[in-house]
Every structure is written in C-alpha cells, then in structure tokens.
C-alpha cells in the first residue's frame, strides 16, 4: 500500500456529483451554429487563418498559434464560416473577444487527418509538434498550452514523477469521473505518451476515493503497466494542483513556484484523453466531455459536445426550466463564475454548466464584520493568512499583498466557505490579483516607455555629436587645404623655416667640405645659402692673404654682421615682429659679441696692418630685410581692410604659422635636427597658441558685434 500524506486546511462541502452520474456520456450532437473563440487557452490569442464565407471541414485549423504560448483552434464540424466578430464568451469578465463563427452543414465531414501509428518510436519533437498542432490544451481548467508544458522545464531539473489528476474535488462535477469511468484505456493510452515524453520514474494517477467505479476502470486499464493508481480521502480542494502533488509525494512546491521545481509534472485526466486522441488518431481537440447539472435541469448528465456549442444549447437537453434558474454558472460552485449569458460557447476549459435553483445555491447573506476567528486560514490549502489578505485588499496594500504570498492563493474559495462572517473573501483576492497585475503590466510599460525615451535621448544626442565631428572635420579638411594653398602660393618663407633651412644648409656645408657639387644659381638659393655662398667666396678670397689681413677680414665681416643683426632687431621690434624672431636676434647678438672682442684682440695684436678699413655700403639686401620689406608691403596691403577683415586675415596668417611650425617641429624630430632647433619650434609653437585663441576671440567678438 502506498503512503500518502495531506495538505494543510481543505473543508468537506456537500458533493452534489450523484445527479450528473447516473447517465452514461451523451453526445450532444451539431447545433446550428458554433462559436469559437480564440483565446480559449492562457497565452496569446489564435489569429484567424479563414475568411467569411470560406467552407471547412472537421477537425481544419481556422485559427494558428499567435505565439510560443499559444494554440491553434480546429472546426469542431463541417460547415461554413459565418463571422470573424467579437462574441459575448463564458469569462469572469463578461467581456465580448473575436471569435470564428461556424455555420455547420449537419455533413460532419472530417478533414483529411493520420495519426503516428508507430508512435513508441517516434521522437519526442515530433510528438510535441503533433500535441501542439492538435491545440491541446490543459483541460482541468487552467487551459495552459500542453506542448509548452511538456516541453518545457524553465528551472532545468529532471522530472521524476508524472501525475495524473482525476481528483475532480468540486461539488457538482464529474466529467473526469465519467471519462475514467467509461474511457479509461484512453487515459493508459494518453498516459503512455506523456511517459514518453516526460520519462518519469513513476507514473501516478491520483483519484479521490468518493469514484470508486472510476479506480476500478482505471486499475483494469492499468494492468501490466508502470502505472500507479493511488485513491485518497475526499477533502476539497484536493484537485489543486499543488495540494495534489503534496497528497502523492509528501513534496511541496515553493512559493511562487512550479511543479517542476520539485521533479514533478501534473496533467489533466482529459487531457491524457486528448493526447492519444491527437497522436494516434491525428485527431485535433474539438470536443470534451461537460457536465450539465443542477436541479433546474431535468437530466443532469455528461455531455461529449463539440467546442463552440452554446450552453443553451445542451441545457435544452437536458430539460432545462429557465423559471427555476437561480444563476448559470460555469465551473463548480466554488470556483465557478456566474455566466451572463446561455448562448456562450463551451470552450476547451468548460468542464461544468451549473444550473442551480434558488433553493439549490441561495445568494450569499449580507456580509458581517470580520470577527478575527481565524477559521479562514485553517481552512486554508495554502497556508496563507486570508484575514490578513482580506484586510490589505480592502486598504489596497498591494506591496503587502505580495509580501503574504497573494499569488499563491489557487482562489478555491475555502476561507468565503469557512467563514462564519460570510465575507467573499476570494472575491477580494480575485480583484486584487487583477489589479497587481494591472499595475506591474502598467509599471512594465512605463518602464519600456522610460528606456525607449531614454534611448532616443541618447541616439538624438549621438547624432548631434556625430554631425558636430563631421562638421570640425569638414572645416579642419578645409583649413587645411587653404594653408596648403597658401603655402604653395607664398614667396613667403618665415624667420623660423629659414633659420632650420640655414641650420641644415650649415650642417650639411660642413660634411660637404669645399665640395658642391651643382652650384645652383644665385638668384635661386635661399638666404642661408647665400650665406654658405658667401662664406665660402670670402675664404676664397682670402686664401692669399696675410695673417694680419684675415685677421682683420674676420673682425670687419664680424662687425657687419653685428652691425646688420643690431639693425634687425631695431627693425624688428619697430614692427612689432614675433617674439621667436626678437629673441633669434637677441641670441645671435649675444653669440656675436666675443667673436667679436676675440677678432678685436687678435687684430690689436697684429698691429696695424691689421686695423680694419672703413666698410663698404651693403648693396646686397640680406634676408631679414627682405622679410621686413615683406612685412611692410603686408601691412601696406591690410590698410584698407576692415577691422573685422584684419582680424580674420590676422587669425588665417597665425593659423598658417602654427600649422608650418608643428609641420617643421614633426619634420626636424624626424631628421633628428639639434635640440636647439627643435627647443625653439616648442617653443614657438606654445607662444603661438594663445596668440591663436586671441585671435579666434577677437573675431567671434567682432563677428558677434557685426550680428548685435
Ligand atoms: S473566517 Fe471570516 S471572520 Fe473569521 S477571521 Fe477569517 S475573515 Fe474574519
Ligand atoms: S481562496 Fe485563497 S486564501 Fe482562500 S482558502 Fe483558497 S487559497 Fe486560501
């Protein structure tokens, strides 16, 4: 004998499942007109694959799968389809939802359809596939996609335990009792699938012990296989899927979690009906069994009844007295809702139609204070605090409400039962689930709104920055080819490149020796050049001369390049040339001077042969006064600028200058020129920045005053 265990709470309400069980199943037959709606299962809706007017067959798909969790919906017959519109359907919320409306043509015509005959041996993909094609799904109640359920373990666990529910706990309904009770080798059947698919170690079917005609059935069907029938005391609500799972293994799930979580996968009795009937009749679920029952129906029974069939439409079967009806309910009369109206359809979850009378299920008594009995919570499959919930619902504490574990209250009603106050406290948590819910989906948005802002915040922000650096590009692609073109077209060689031209003419004079090897033509060579020229004639010149006369040679050519550097530098200053060029000048002044006193003294001591003679008139222009020449025909050419004008050509000149000059620094690291030479470009080229920004200011100022 197996051990079995038990749930916390649970409360022992009268059954009522005696009227609806004396009758074999009926078929209820076609009804003129079916109507299916698309979202009969939990997940996205089906989307419509027919068109009005379009003729189908049974068992056609008219509506795929909308999603992963999602389900296709079948013609439950043949017929034609008659309207895609918005319906009134069996929904706590009474809300109309797009259904497919089927005018049958009484042919019950099926479409073409094979099942796996040789499913042992098919993989599991194509049995899920076939599962899911066939819009199987959860038939206890909760209509969750079979296929995703089967296929899926989001924690990743192994699954060592399959449970089969025919609990079928709730007053008032035995469809499961009937379908075990007459159908029971298509339980096996379905079952042996779902161990295939789930490969679990044991294989249990849980059946409470008020059916015993229905264990019997089932422990025939049974024989010779793995599975376990295992029978438990009545208690309500023992068809929960969790309070179930706990009966058979002793094992609880944690809140907030699944089944698998614990090993464990749970399916319906009819639903292991469905799955053989898809896999080896390749027959899609079209139909289910149905309880009609209450006292206002003459012949409460079960119903084999196409999906889609109104309720009206079955309760006219069953002699149904609309004078006696206190309510219609779907589902049982604990966790049942009321139905607004008999036309609605049965669906893939409509386990139950009750009709009860006043007498039957009077409404409830006027609701009285809470008197703190704490009769909800022992009556509480859960273990939750329902007074506490009651309370928190009431006050709209939402965050209490998940903090008690709001989400794991299965809403079988057992507190409202228990409760001598008469207070409908699932009623409180129905709307209170609704509205967490409402509120996390509105935050969700929010949130997705929130990132999407921010997200074209930071793309706005990107492409601005992307323009700007195309923009600076563009203008530094400009500016440079302005100084190439200026450079190109410029006679105009500054201080600086002529002072690195003279220092490389210099040095490679002196590793050349007397030797040149092309003399190019006067007019054609550079100052430094014309220097190198010059002093190399004057050693020429003096190659016969005595001691005393190069000696005074030396002193006369030292005073004139004292003489012409001194005027320079007055000039320079004058016109108020680059501080680079004042202190080049200052410097070599300074370097002339002991030449100078040396040339002096070797002179004196030669006696007067020696003494210098008056100097001659320089006819020759050298180059510092070419570039003051140059620098006064520039400023003669500004005078009829505007000031605007002078400041911009002042900003393009400077401009120039920094660019030659970082241009020259990178050209003489290269070459390895002196540090003297790359000293003074560093040092220039750091003197010519502020001047720059100045420069920059003036005209943005003067630009701006223009603009004022
Ligand atoms: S059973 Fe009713 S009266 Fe008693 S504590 Fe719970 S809510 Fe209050
Ligand atoms: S309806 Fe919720 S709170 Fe009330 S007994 Fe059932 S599970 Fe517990």
Redesign the pocket.
């Known amino acids: 004998m197996r051990k079995i265990w038990d749930f916390h709470g649970g409360i022992h309400p009268p059954e009522n499942k005696h009227q609806s069980l004396t009758q074999p199943i009926r078929r209820a037959g076609i009804p003129a007109e079916l109507v299916l709606p698309l979202n009969q299962h939990i997940g996205a809706p089906a989307e419509p694959i027919v068109e009005i007017g379009q003729k189908v067959l049974k068992g056609e798909c008219v509506a795929r799968p909308a999603g992963f969790i999602s389900v296709p919906v079948h013609a439950p017959t043949s017929g034609t389809v008659t309207a895609v519109e918005e319906r009134q359907v069996a929904h706590p919320s009474g809300l109309a939802t797009e259904c497919i409306v089927i005018t049958s043509d009484l042919e019950d015509r099926w479409v073409e359809h094979a099942g796996i005959p040789d499913w042992t041996s098919a993989d599991k993909a194509t049995l899920l596939a076939c599962i899911r094609d066939a819009g199987i799904a959860g038939m206890g109640g909760a209509g969750f996609p079979t296929a995703v359920k089967l296929g899926v373990n989001p924690r990743g666990g192994s699954i060592d335990t399959l449970v089969l529910n025919g609990t079928e706990c709730e007053p008032y309904i035995t469809a499961d009792h009937v379908l075990m009770r007459e159908r029971a080798e298509e339980v096996v059947a379905g079952t042996r699938i779902l161990q295939k698919l789930v490969e679990p170690k044991e294989t249990l079917l849980g059946v409470e012990d008020n059916k015993p005609d229905a264990i019997e059935a089932l422990r025939r069907a049974c024989e010779g296989t793995d599975m376990d029938v295992v029978v438990f005391p009545t208690k309500y609500p023992s068809g929960g899927e969790k309070q179930l799972i706990e009966i058979l293994t002793g094992r609880q799930v944690p809140s907030g979690g699944l089944p698998a979580d614990i090993g464990v996968v749970c399916q319906n009795m009819g639903t292991a009906v469905a799955v053989y009937r898809a896999v080896v009749h390749g027959e899609p679920l079209i139909s289910r069994i149905t309880t009609v029952t209450g006292e206002a129906v003459a012949q409460p029974g079960n119903f084999d009844v196409l999906l889609g069939t109104p309720m009206s439409f079955l309760l006219e079967l069953s002699g149904f007295s609309a004078d006696r009806l206190q309510r219609l309910v779907m589902g049982g009369p604990m966790m049942g809702f009321t139905i607004p109206d008999a036309a609605v359809p049965v669906v893939k979850t409509t386990n139950c139609i009750l009709a009860p009378t006043e007498k039957e299920l009077p409404p409830p008594p006027p609701a009285q204070p809470?008197?703190?009995?704490?009769?909800?919570?022992e009556a509480c499959p859960a273990s939750l605090l329902?007074?506490q919930l009651?309370w928190f619902s009431r006050g709209k504490e939402y965050e209490k409400l998940e903090a008690h574990n709001l989400f794991d209250c299965i809403e079988c009603g057992a507190?409202s039962y228990?409760?001598?106050?008469n207070?409908p406290?699932v009623q409180y948590y129905r709307a209170s689930k609704a509205e967490v819910t409402q509120l996390k989906r509105d935050q969700a948005k929010s949130e997705h709104s929130k990132t999407r802002f921010e997200a074209r915040q930071e793309r706005l922000q990107r492409e601005a920055e992307e323009k700007e650096a195309q923009r600076r590009a563009r203008k530094e692609a400009a500016e440079a080819r302005a100084r190439q073109a200026a450079e190109a077209g410029s006679a105009e060689q500054d201080p600086i490149q002529a002072a690195i031209e003279r220092a490389q003419a210099k040095k490679a004079a002196a590793q050349e020796g007397e030797e040149t090897p092309q003399r190019p033509a006067v007019a054609q060579l550079d100052p430094a050049q014309l220097a190198i020229e010059r002093a190399k004639a004057a050693r020429a010149v003096s190659a016969d001369q005595s001691p005393a006369e190069k000696a005074r040679a030396n002193l006369e050519r030292l005073q004139e390049r004292l003489a012409k550097s001194e005027a320079k530098l007055t000039a320079s200053r004058e016109q108020g040339a680059e501080a680079t060029i004042i202190d080049a000048l200052e410097a070599a002044i300074e370097k002339l001077r002991p030449k100078l006193e040396v040339a002096q003294q070797e002179v004196d001591a030669l006696g007067d042969e020696a003494q210098p003679k008056p100097a001659p008139a320089a006819e020759e222009k050298d180059a510092a006064q070419l570039a003051i020449e140059r620098a006064q025909a520039a400023r003669a050419a500004t005078a009829d600028q505007s000031p605007g004008e002078k400041a911009q050509a002042n900003l393009e000149r400077l401009r120039q200058r920094l660019a030659k000059s970082e241009a020259k620094l990178a050209a003489s690291r290269e070459e390895g020129a002196d540090d003297s030479i790359i000293d003074a470009l560093e040092a220039a080229i750091e003197k010519l920045r502020p001047k720059l920004e100045a420069a920059q200011r003036e005209v943005e100022e003067l630009k701006a005053g223009q603009e004022a």
């Open positions: 809470c008197i703190r009995c704490g009769l909800c919570a329902p007074q009651y507190c228990a409760c001598p106050s207070i406290l």
